[in-house]
């Protein structure tokens, strides 16, 4: 199973919005709606901030959002700001009834 | 409150097995999946494989077919991910993490376990 395709690093200015993409084929991003986000600030756990393509957890701020268009999927974040400054991994189920991992992105807060 | 703790960091050298032990308590063990994922140094994170913490079945990353087990101790509510044959790209932080069956939503994670292989 390939790793999904994600930008190696996105930036933004605070207050703007910046998204990433996470390209998969059918048999994973395309072929089901589980598809999830996860931040990983260095040296921490990853926090589960969307799944199923664009449901946000308890307590994950209603800035970050997603949503997926055939074997892609993306995550917004508006309103940038310094604590979002992060890895960010998206994640799909498969159809080998297991998961797949994205490439990680950077996102920096200029 | 939600817990996965994880067992200490480990030194193995290539051709060992490491088994790796995953706590949980606050909620029913049975009604939920573990899952398995590792991270190099570096690296993107990794699947392994996930049990059903309820009937005990498994399923494994074609990768890691054949290397690696995951068990489960229900009366210990604790989760174990064993990885045999091992060798120096094996060094990595694996997390668990929990999911309530059938929901997708992987809430809570361990704090990670670092593995390193190493002569």
């Known amino acids: 199973q390939s790793a999904l395709t994600q930008p190696p690093s996105v930036s933004g200015s605070p207050g703007q919005s910046v998204t990433i993409s996470c390209t998969g084929t059918?048999?994973?991003?395309?072929?089901?709606?589980?598809v999830s986000w996860y931040q990983q600030p260095p040296g921490t756990a990853p926090k589960l901030m969307i799944y199923?393509?664009?449901n946000r957890p308890s307590g994950v701020p209603d800035r970050f959002s997603g949503s997926k268009s055939g074997n892609t999927a993306s995550l917004s974040i508006s309103g940038l700001q310094a604590e979002d400054e992060a890895d960010y991994y998206c994640?799909?189920?498969?159809?080998?009834?297991?998961?797949?991992f994205g490439t990680g992105t950077k996102v920096t807060v200029l | 409150q939600v817990q996965l703790v994880q067992s200490g960091a480990e030194v193995k050298k290539p051709g060992a097995s490491v088994k790796v032990s995953c706590k949980a308590s606050?909620?029913?063990?049975?009604?939920?999946?573990i899952h398995w994922v590792r991270q190099a140094p570096g690296q993107r994170l990794e699947f392994m494989g996930w049990?059903?913490?309820?009937?005990?079945?498994?399923k494994y990353s074609q990768k890691f077919q054949g290397r690696v087990t995951i068990t489960r101790d229900t009366s210990a509510t604790t989760a174990y991910m064993e990885l045999t044959n091992l060798r120096s790209e094996d060094t990595a932080v694996y997390y668990c993490?929990?999911?309530?069956?059938?929901?997708?939503?992987?809430?809570?994670w361990g704090h990670g376990t670092l593995v390193t292989v190493s002569s």
């Open positions: 993490a929990k999911e309530i069956w059938g929901t997708y939503e992987w809430g809570y």
């Open positions: 606050a909620y029913t063990f049975t009604t939920s999946a």
């Open positions: 049990i059903n913490a309820g009937n005990g079945n498994t």
């Open positions: 059918s048999s994973d991003v395309g072929g089901y709606n589980h």
């Open positions: 199923d393509v664009n």
């Open positions: 994640s799909s189920y498969t159809s080998s009834y297991t998961y797949v």
